[in-house]
């Protein structure tokens, strides 16, 4: 019974890993995809595989498997005017 905990987390983060591969794979193939209705399925694909992930990262952090620790304030600053900048890069190039 002992072996059971390390062995459910090692099973959890497995899948974890694969779920992470999978919206990889999916991300790429949405972006490759030139017909839009197959576009629109891989997204829909990708949506369900983030759902998933969300949810086992849910379960593995709640018993503990998995801890996060929040950003400093200053590099979520810092990553934030990032994404402005890029944001209104893209803008102008429009």
């Known amino acids: 019974m ?6 459910e987390k090692e099973h959890a983060g497995s899948l974890l890993y694969m779920e992470k591969l999978e919206a990889m794979s999916l991300v790429t193939a949405t972006l ?7 576009r629109d399925h891989f997204r829909g694909l990708l949506m369900k ?9 849910e379960i593995m952090n709640k018993k503990g498997w998995y801890n ?27």
């Open 2 to 7: 002992k072996n059971k905990v390390p062995q």
């Open 32 to 38: 490759e995809s030139a017909s839009p209705k197959v």
């Open 49 to 57: 595989s983030l759902d998933d992930q969300k949810g086992l990262f």
């Open 68 to 94: 996060v620790q929040p950003a400093p304030r200053e590099q979520v600053q810092r990553v934030h005017q990032s994404f402005t900048m890029m944001e209104q890069h893209a803008q102008q190039m429009q």
